[in-house]
């Protein structure tokens, strides 16, 4: 991929050679078929479209010094998926299939997967669709699991420099009992106008509170949250947010750095007293926030001001990326060499 400029690559879609499909009719699981067409041809009244009967993952694949590609905690996208499957009504993908169908596409894009010294990864996209026709809100009877990569660099421009963040009580992403907690299409929907009225005041994201009674931190539209205070690690426990793999991974990784690790609601009040704060997740790895302001309440909460990262956060990355890329054993058995 000599046109490439692995190493100044957006957080969005390119073209690669093929993709990964796999039917369910009848009320089983076909076999994995392979396509090279981008296109999807499907019923005008399949439920994905009316109803929003669709989930998605997010997970990366890594090259290392040694040329060798890490795909990052397959199998728990992989749960996660079917949990999400199971929320909405949607059939779910056996664990095994998922990770043969991971292993599949990277295999077949391989020359997509960024150099390590680019600092890129391959992201990888599965998602399922609800496909047979119905016109009453009921599920569909017919699914379709897809996965496709491409090579992506950070998500938000500022990549590992910390960004500004801002809440606004006026929106919610998800219900307090709703579908907060799986990654379901419906969620980011809910999530646009928020999440663009933030970007044109010159926002990274939306920093949510707890919908219910908005005395809580909850999560930030595309990650989750976490702050340092002292030597504690601090993350939100609710049932509006969903659970990052990348936040459960840090939980670990904070713990053998000698953290204290809490995970429980955060209320508000709480932020004025942390030392570092960030957002984490797949695509955002950890993006450190230099500035939660309360747009409602005209309050700011200043984390940096240099543009510095918190060593605590820095810490954090340089762990997570070392496993991730192989330039550190992977004592917690997270990366599955694809060979
Ligand atoms: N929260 C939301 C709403 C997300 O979309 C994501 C991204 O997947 C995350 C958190 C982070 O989850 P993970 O670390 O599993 O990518
Ligand atoms: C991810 O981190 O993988 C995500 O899915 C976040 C965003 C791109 C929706």
Same mark, same amino acid.
């Given at each position: 991929?000599?046109?490439?400029?692995?190493?100044?690559?957006?957080?969005?879609?390119?073209?690669?050679?093929?993709?990964?499909?796999?039917?369910?009719?009848?009320?089983?699981?076909?076999?994995?078929?392979?396509?090279?067409?981008?296109?999807?041809?499907?019923?005008? @009244? $399949?439920?994905?479209?009316?109803?929003?009967?669709?989930?998605?993952? !997010?997970?990366? #694949?890594?090259?290392?010094? &040694?040329? %060798?590609?890490?795909?990052?905690?397959?199998?728990?996208?992989?749960?996660?998926?079917?949990?999400?499957?199971?929320?909405?009504?949607?059939?779910?993908?056996?664990?095994?299939?998922?990770?043969?169908?991971?292993?599949?596409?990277?295999?077949?894009?391989?020359?997509?997967?960024?150099?390590?010294?680019?600092?890129?990864?391959?992201?990888?996209?599965?998602?399922?669709?609800?496909?047979?026709?119905?016109?009453?809100?009921?599920?569909?009877?017919?699914?379709?699991?897809?996965?496709?990569?491409?090579?992506?660099?950070?998500?938000?421009?500022?990549?590992?420099?910390?960004?500004?963040?801002?809440?606004?009580?006026?929106?919610?992403?998800?219900?307090?009992?709703?579908?907060?907690?799986?990654?379901?299409?419906?969620?980011? @929907? $809910?999530?646009?106008?928020?999440?663009?009225?933030?970007?044109?005041? !010159?926002?990274? #994201?939306?920093?949510?509170? &707890?919908? %219910?009674?908005?005395?809580?931190?909850?999560?930030?539209?595309?990650?989750?949250?976490?702050?340092?205070?002292?030597?504690?690690?601090?993350?939100?426990?609710?049932?509006?947010?969903?659970?990052?793999?990348?936040?459960?991974?840090?939980?670990?990784?904070?713990?053998?750095?000698?953290?204290?690790?809490?995970?429980?609601?955060?209320?508000?009040?709480?932020?004025?007293?942390?030392?570092?704060?960030?957002?984490?997740?797949?695509?955002?790895?950890?993006?450190?926030?230099?500035?939660?302001?309360?747009?409602?309440?005209?309050?700011?909460?200043?984390?940096?001001?240099?543009?510095?990262?918190?060593?605590?956060?820095?810490?954090?990355?340089?762990?997570?990326?070392?496993?991730?890329?192989?330039?550190?054993?992977?004592?917690?058995?997270?990366?599955?060499?694809?060979?």
């Amino acid at each position: 991929m000599e046109n490439l400029n692995w190493s100044a690559l957006p957080f969005g879609y390119i073209k690669t050679d093929y993709n990964v499909r796999c039917y369910y009719r009848n009320g089983q699981w076909g076999e994995l078929e392979v396509s090279s067409s981008e296109i999807l041809n499907i019923h005008m @009244a $399949a439920t994905c479209l009316h109803y929003g009967q669709e989930s998605f993952e !997010g997970l990366k #694949a890594f090259k290392g010094k &040694d040329g %060798k590609i890490r795909v990052f905690r397959m199998d728990e996208n992989a749960k996660r998926l079917q949990s999400s499957c199971g929320g909405i009504k949607m059939a779910e993908l056996p664990v095994d299939r998922f990770e043969e169908a991971v292993r599949k596409v990277i295999r077949l894009n391989e020359r997509f997967v960024p150099p390590y010294e680019s600092g890129s990864a391959l992201y990888i996209r599965p998602l399922v669709l609800g496909l047979g026709a119905q016109v009453g809100v009921k599920p569909a009877d017919e699914y379709l699991f897809l996965i496709f990569v491409t090579p992506v660099g950070p998500y938000f421009k500022t990549g590992f420099k910390p960004s500004k963040v801002c809440i606004m009580r006026a929106y919610d992403r998800a219900a307090p009992h709703g579908t907060g907690t799986y990654k379901v299409g419906g969620n980011y @929907a $809910a999530s646009l106008v928020a999440g663009e009225k933030a970007k044109e005041h !010159g926002y990274a #994201a939306v920093l949510y509170l &707890d919908p %219910k009674e908005k005395k809580y931190v909850d999560e930030c539209g595309p990650a989750n949250f976490f702050g340092i205070r002292g030597k504690t690690y601090i993350t939100p426990a609710s049932t509006s947010i969903l659970p990052s793999i990348t936040n459960k991974s840090l939980i670990q990784l904070a713990e053998t750095i000698g953290l204290t690790v809490e995970r429980r609601p955060v209320p508000y009040e709480e932020l004025a007293t942390l030392d570092e704060a960030a957002e984490c997740g797949t695509a955002a790895v950890i993006a450190p926030i230099s500035q939660i302001d309360d747009l409602d309440e005209n309050k700011s909460f200043v984390y940096s001001k240099d543009g510095q990262v918190g060593p605590i956060c820095n810490q954090l990355y340089t762990k997570l990326r070392a496993i991730q890329y192989g330039d550190e054993p992977d004592p917690f058995g997270w990366v599955t060499i694809i060979d």
